[in-house]
């Protein structure tokens, strides 16, 4: 397990690494198609790892504090976010939601272990906040950008005073985007399975407000798992 002894190590760093940022250190982990896709389209899900990866993807999970998706993964796959493939402690779900579109049928308020926490703007509606708070959700307050998107940076120093040391970041499409324009990504985990699928790309950066660069992933580890490939490195952003 090359790639989980590695970001094992890097993360043997976060306690420090939260001391001296102000936030938690971020692993960012998706499956992918040959082709870049992610999914069908958004909504529409795609069963992409097979086995020995999903076992890797929740012994990741099991090494982080906290794992981190999008509304609209919530919506589409409606998510458990636990490690029950492996042994060891699920990670805090966070969601981040501006709109309180977290539906009371969502797995992650069914279950028995840790209720979601949910990054909202303070312009959510009242009376949604108190029924998910009924429901056992806690609320995070944040501020938004011009896209009415949460202040990532804000949602991140908000996650460290919570004491999140690592956190894993794990879709959909637009959070994936919106992670690796802020640069706010410190190692990345992706499963390449063996297909095309001509879906939902990873990366949509005309989805952006505003121009940005991606980086090249330096520092490259890669595992066979089963028929998929895995693939860690650590991010490095051009200087434009
Ligand atoms: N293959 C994989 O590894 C993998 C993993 C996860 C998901 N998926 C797939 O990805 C698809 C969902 O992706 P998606 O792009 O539609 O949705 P997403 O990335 O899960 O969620 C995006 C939504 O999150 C909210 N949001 C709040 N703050 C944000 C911010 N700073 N940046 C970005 N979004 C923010 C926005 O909704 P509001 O405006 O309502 O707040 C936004 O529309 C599904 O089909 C799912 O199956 C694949």
Same mark, same amino acid.
């Given at each position: 397990?090359?790639?989980?002894?590695?970001?094992?190590?890097?993360?043997?760093?976060?306690?420090?690494?939260?001391?001296?940022?102000?936030?938690?250190?971020?692993?960012?982990?998706?499956?992918?198609?040959?082709?870049?896709?992610?999914?069908?389209?958004?909504? !529409?899900?795609? *069963?992409?790892?097979? @086995? &020995?990866?999903?076992? #890797?993807?929740?012994? +990741? %999970?099991?090494?982080?504090? $906290?794992?981190?998706?999008?509304?609209?993964?919530?919506?589409?796959?409606?998510?458990?976010?636990?490690? !029950?493939?492996? *042994?060891?402690?699920? @990670? &805090?779900?966070?969601? #981040?939601?501006?709109? +309180? %579109?977290?539906?009371?049928? $969502?797995?992650?308020?069914?279950?028995?272990?840790?209720?979601?926490?949910?990054?909202?703007?303070?312009?959510?509606?009242?009376?949604?906040?108190?029924?998910?708070?009924?429901?056992?959700?806690?609320? +995070?307050?944040?501020?938004?950008? $011009?896209?009415?998107?949460?202040?990532?940076?804000?949602?991140?120093?908000?996650?460290?005073?919570?004491?999140?040391?690592?956190?894993?970041?794990?879709?959909?499409?637009?959070?994936?985007?919106?992670? +690796?324009?802020?640069?706010?990504?410190?190692?990345?985990?992706?499963?390449?399975?063996?297909?095309?699928?001509?879906?939902?790309?990873?990366?949509?950066?005309?989805?952006?407000?505003?121009?940005?660069?991606?980086?090249?992933?330096?520092?490259?580890?890669?595992?066979?798992?089963?028929?998929?490939?895995?693939?860690?490195?650590?991010?490095?952003?051009?200087?434009?």
């Amino acid at each position: 397990m090359a790639v989980l002894e590695r970001v094992h190590s890097v993360l043997l760093n976060a306690a420090d690494h939260r001391r001296r940022t102000g936030r938690p250190l971020v692993t960012l982990t998706y499956a992918q198609s040959l082709d870049g896709s992610i999914a069908v389209r958004p909504g !529409r899900p795609l *069963a992409l790892s097979g @086995p &020995q990866s999903q076992t #890797l993807t929740h012994a +990741l %999970r099991a090494v982080h504090d $906290a794992i981190l998706v999008g509304i609209g993964t919530v919506l589409a796959d409606n998510p458990r976010l636990t490690v !029950r493939l492996v *042994a060891g402690a699920d @990670p &805090q779900p966070v969601v #981040l939601d501006s709109r +309180l %579109r977290f539906p009371l049928y $969502a797995n992650l308020l069914q279950r028995n272990g840790l209720a979601p926490w949910i990054a909202t703007s303070p312009q959510a509606e009242a009376e949604r906040r108190e029924t998910l708070r009924r429901a056992g959700a806690r609320l +995070l307050l944040l501020p938004t950008g $011009a896209d009415g998107w949460i202040d990532l940076a804000a949602l991140l120093s908000r996650l460290a005073e919570l004491d999140v040391d690592s956190l894993m970041v794990e879709g959909g499409a637009q959070i994936i985007t919106s992670f +690796l324009a802020s640069r706010l990504v410190d190692q990345v985990v992706v499963t390449i399975a063996p297909l095309l699928v001509g879906g939902l790309g990873v990366v949509d950066k005309f989805s952006l407000p505003h121009p940005c660069t991606f980086p090249r992933l330096r520092r490259l580890t890669y595992e066979q798992a089963g028929e998929d490939l895995i693939l860690m490195g650590e991010p490095e952003w051009s200087a434009e």
